[in-house]
């Protein structure tokens, strides 16, 4: 009786668990804040099935870290809506790779709505009350 082991040929290209992601980030959200998570899967074995998240573009870099291996992202620097007047919603551009032979890869623009929140506030007096 002979064995024979079958190996894994990376054929399968990783996928992410959602179509679509979009987060929303309050402009006075600090660095360090937990935006939010991305999840892919790959069904194939061993180093063929290992992914590693990225962030593809420049900007994006500069703005949020992205955890290689868990996909969450956090924010780096300090958010201004006024800043990014012309486009308040940015989409970021990232690329998962598995590690095995033959490497498939896989991309997504998850969409990152800054939100703006009143920076002045106006105290209107109150109406004093009546003299006796």
Same mark, same amino acid.
């Given at each position: 009786?002979?064995?024979?082991?079958? #190996?894994?040929?990376?054929?399968?290209?990783?996928?992410?668990?959602?179509?679509? *992601?979009?987060?929303?980030?309050?402009?006075?959200?600090?660095?360090?804040?937990?935006?939010?998570?991305?999840?892919?899967?790959?069904?194939?074995?061993?180093?063929?099935?290992? #992914?590693?998240? &990225?962030?593809?573009?420049?900007?994006?870099?500069?703005?949020?870290?992205?955890?290689?291996?868990?996909?969450?992202?956090?924010?780096?620097?300090?958010?201004? *809506?006024?800043?990014?007047?012309?486009?308040? &919603? #940015?989409?970021?551009?990232?690329?998962?790779?598995?590690?095995? *032979?033959?490497?498939? &890869?896989?991309?997504?623009?998850?969409?990152?709505?800054?939100?703006? #929140?009143?920076?002045?506030?106006?105290?209107?007096?109150?109406?004093?009350?009546?003299?006796?």
């Amino acid at each position: 009786m002979s064995r024979s082991k079958v #190996l894994d040929t990376n054929d399968n290209a990783p996928a992410f668990a959602e179509s679509a *992601y979009s987060f929303d980030v309050a402009e006075n959200a600090g660095r360090g804040w937990r935006v939010g998570r991305v999840e892919a899967r790959d069904d194939d074995l061993g180093a063929n099935g290992l #992914l590693s998240y &990225s962030v593809v573009s420049d900007w994006a870099n500069d703005v949020f870290a992205l955890n290689p291996n868990t996909g969450v992202f956090t924010l780096t620097a300090r958010l201004d *809506y006024e800043e990014v007047s012309v486009v308040q &919603s #940015l989409e970021i551009c990232y690329l998962r790779k598995n590690t095995g *032979y033959g490497k498939h &890869s896989a991309a997504i623009l998850p969409d990152f709505l800054i939100i703006y #929140l009143r920076k002045s506030f106006y105290c209107l007096p109150l109406p004093l009350p009546p003299t006796v």
